[in-house]
T-cell receptor, first 115, second 111 residues
Framework: SAVISQKPSRDICQRGTSLTIQCQVD?????MFWYRQQPGQSLTLIAT?????????ESGFVIDKFPISRPNLTFSTLTVSNMSPEDSSIYLC????????????FGQGTRLTVV | GESVGLHLPTLSVQEGDNSIINCAYS??????FIWYKQESGKGPQFIID?????DKRQGQRVTVLLNKTVKHLSLQIAATQPGDSAVYFC??????????FGPGTRLSVLP
């Protein structure tokens, strides 16, 4: 299993600003994922972050808006840039220990409100 | 606490009754499925999983059924308790690709 810590747990931000969310895992993992969960919605994958390479973004998400860092095997950050109220969501970090063959573990999420 | 899904489909059951939550998945090639439970203010938590070579798997008070013919997954919770109140998501995985999540169902347990 894996224990995942996300910071901050919540924030209220002004539109036009940027917020960086941190994800720390208690063990080394190859694959880390960032999801967005909009109000009343399910989880949507933003990107996959692998150490030593650029993140792979899903359709509808771009690096300029959601830059991701993955400096080592236990840590990643997601930045939400130039925020608008439409970016108000829960952002979740997830790790996969075995490449999709077993459960993915999730952090508690970061609840972002943009005003 | 915060509400994760304000507009999700809701299933209301009496405490002590059995609950059945359904999910239609999208990819016939998916080979691994998970049910997650998400409580307010928390990330999704693993409940039970099943691989495509099985059609039923049981855990403690929970059973997952897989019907590959119609791409349908269900979660059965026996003797539903107030602590089972949450949003439930199914997730599918295709040979090590990322998980794709279903729309979610809010389970409300009535006293």
């Amino acid at each position: 299993s894996a224990v995942i810590s996300q910071k901050p747990s919540r924030d209220i931000c002004q539109r036009g600003t940027s917020l960086t969310i941190q994800c720390q895992v208690d063990s080394q993992v190859t694959m880390m994922f960032w999801y967005r969960q909009q109000p009343g919605q399910s989880l949507t994958l933003i990107a996959t972050a692998n150490q030593g390479s650029e993140a792979t973004y899903e359709s509808g998400f771009v690096i300029d808006k959601f830059p991701i860092s993955r400096p080592n095997l236990t840590f990643s950050t997601l930045t939400v840039s130039n925020m608008s109220p439409e970016d108000s969501s829960i952002y979740l970090c997830s790790v996969d220990m075995t490449g999709g063959n077993t459960e993915a573990f999730f952090g508690q999420g970061t609840r972002l409100t943009v005003v | 606490g915060e509400s994760v899904g304000l507009h999700l489909p809701t299933l209301s059951v009496q405490e002590g009754d059995n609950s059945i939550i359904n999910c239609a998945y999208s990819n016939s090639a998916s080979d691994y499925f998970i049910w997650y439970k998400q409580e307010s203010g928390k990330g999704p938590q693993f409940i039970i999983d099943i691989r495509s070579n099985m059609d039923k798997r049981q855990g403690q008070r929970v059973t997952v059924l897989l019907n590959k013919t119609v791409k349908h997954l269900s979660l059965q919770i026996a003797a539903t308790q107030p602590g089972d109140s949450a949003v439930y998501f199914c997730a599918e995985n295709n040979y090590g690709q990322n998980f794709v999540f279903g729309p979610g169902t809010r389970l409300s347990v009535l006293p």
